[in-house]
């Protein structure tokens, strides 16, 4: 049976925010008093997570219950359940770049970088090795 893509979608925000605080699933299983294969299996969205288990890993990850519904409601608009891919999301190929560890593992290196200044040099640098234009408030601030 394949599954739910709500359950899917509450999945892959469940393994977003557990790869950028830096948790592996074992020691979230753990922390919840649960299994790593059971963390898996939310992850792939193969087992829905029931509410008080949501409550208890949505606090353990230090998020809103509601963080794990967000981006959702194109499916919701949907009767089939099929998202739309967004640019900001995709990669032009139904890939949701957003749910690769590369992409978490990016940003929390991005901000454990605590001098603003260098943060910015850094995104700089990031946004000219892949050729991306700047945006135009970036570039009013530039020339401050």
Avoid: C, W
């Avoid at 979608?9 to 925010?17: A, D, E, K, S």
């Avoid at 950028?20 to 753990?30: D, F, P, T, W, Y």
């Amino acid at each position: 049976m394949k599954p739910n893509p709500v359950d899917v979608h509450v999945g892959q925000r469940l393994r977003q925010r557990r790869v950028l605080v830096g948790l592996s699933q074992e020691k979230l299983a753990r922390m919840v008093g649960i299994t790593f294969q059971q963390v898996q299996k939310y992850e792939r969205g193969a087992n829905r997570i029931v509410a008080s288990r949501l409550y208890q890993l949505a606090k353990v990850l230090d998020v809103p219950v509601s963080y794990f519904f967000d981006e959702i409601s194109a499916m919701a608009a949907n009767d089939s359940g099929v998202t739309h891919e967004t640019p900001e999301s995709a990669d032009g190929y139904g890939h949701d770049v957003m749910a690769e560890r590369e992409t978490l593992e990016l940003v929390r290196a991005y901000y454990g970088i605590h001098d603003d200044r260098v943060r910015r040099r850094a995104f700089e640098l990031l946004r000219t090795l892949a050729n991306q234009p700047m945006l135009e408030e970036d570039q009013a601030r530039k020339q401050i």
